[in-house]
């Protein structure tokens, strides 16, 4: 809207002022009309729930709301996947979603294409959330979500291990790799894995690594690249390196999430970079390194690495039902009583920013407050509606690379100039 004159905006405001926000939070002028203060029965669509906990949420506000009762569709639990399928629904024109339970790398995409409809900013409490989520759910100025779950990446390790070693656990890439190396083959162990399936997984994994060199790939959005640079050249290599001096398995060139967590869970692991849902995972009674193991922030070359911002945004179907109980459910969802259970139940970081100074849940979860941290510094994914595009090119170049089929050097060249080719087209 930056074209407008102070005259155009002006009729704007009075339009939306005598149109209306339909008063239950999706915008009125977002071409539901009186049908945003629908309400009725509904259906919430999500990726696969890892840790179980999403049910019982809904069975509460299914008892307190008998006309507006929820019914869960878990799709697969891989990024790319639920978004596939998610999208094969919004594209056929049917209208068996509401509420989207979307990744936080599709909201600018899934609202560039009039999947979900806008939001009317005050109906929901952004400010006591943390401030990065919050931008990951607008596009074009405009409220497309709320946020929901955050997530960092944190690199887990073997404490027992190092305690017996008398080694802290690394914040560098070099100790990494030395411990990796030296120490896991002791203990009859792998040394390192992430997500490094050609997928949403991997590109998370390549873009942290070249962040944590100081790099980027995109930046302004997507708009400028900026992957050939020695930054981006010495993240690559650090996966690329962990392949040929063997630290990396080649079974984790095979990993998403559940594979990489299952591994380090299972006790087959040194360290593993994964979300912090896998703590819970990996506490529990029965699991083979539980109490064993510990989680800092990623390393990087020097110090402390990046994290990207994971996390997922709850938005508004545009062909939603009921469009005022699906805000209402958001509303919910987002309630600080809510989000609480969903670090409790779920093991998922929540997004309201007091619940990381909570005395009572610090004790019960001491790495809250590295969490926080990460989150805060962590690095979003472009705002682009072609990101899809983006992060296969991205995939494709870093598989490449892992393969030991390209060098550094000439994977960052060939991700420009795709890249370059993918921001020229539109
Ligand atoms: C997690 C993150 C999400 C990311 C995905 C990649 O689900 O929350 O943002 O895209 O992992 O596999």
Known sequence: ?????????????????????????????????????RRG??????????????????????RDHPDERVTLVELPDSADETRAQMISELRSGRDRFDVLNIDVAWTSEFAAAGWISPLERDRFPLDAFLRPVVDTATFDGRLYAVPYVTNAGLLYYRKDILDREGEQPPRTWAELARQARTLAPKYGLDGYAGQFLPYEGLTVNATEAVHSAGGSI???????????????????????????????????????????????QDGRLLFLRNWPYVYADASAEGANVAGRFGAVPLPGPAGPGASVLGGSNLAVSSRARHPASAADLISYLTSERVQRRVLTEGSLPPVRAALYEDPELIRAY??????????????PRPKS???????????????????LRQTPEQAAARLARELGTISRRG
Do not use: C
């Not at 650090?238 to 967590?261: C, H, M, N, Q, T």
């Open 366 to 379: 001491p790495y809250l407050p590295t969490l926080r941290q990460s989150v805060l510094s962590a690095v």
């Open 218 to 264: 995109l930046r302004d959005d997507g708009a400028r690249v900026t992957v050939d640079s020695d930054a981006a050249r010495a993240g690559l290599r650090f996966l690329a390196d962990g392949v040929r001096d063997g630290w990396i398995p080649r079974e984790a060139l095979g990993y998403k999430e559940e594979e990489s967590r299952q591994a380090f």
């Open 385 to 403: 509606p072609r990101y899809d595009q983006v992060s296969l090119a991205v995939q494709a170049v870093a598989q490449d690379v892992m393969a």
């Open 1 to 37: 809207m930056r074209w407008m004159h102070a005259a155009g905006r002006a009729l704007l405001v009075a339009a939306v002022v005598l149109a209306g926000y339909a008063g239950f939070g999706v915008r009125a002028d977002a071409g539901g009309g009186a049908a945003s203060e």
């Open 41 to 62: 029965p509904l259906t919430l669509v999500t990726a696969g729930d890892l840790t179980d906990y999403l049910s019982p949420l809904l069975d509460d506000w299914n």
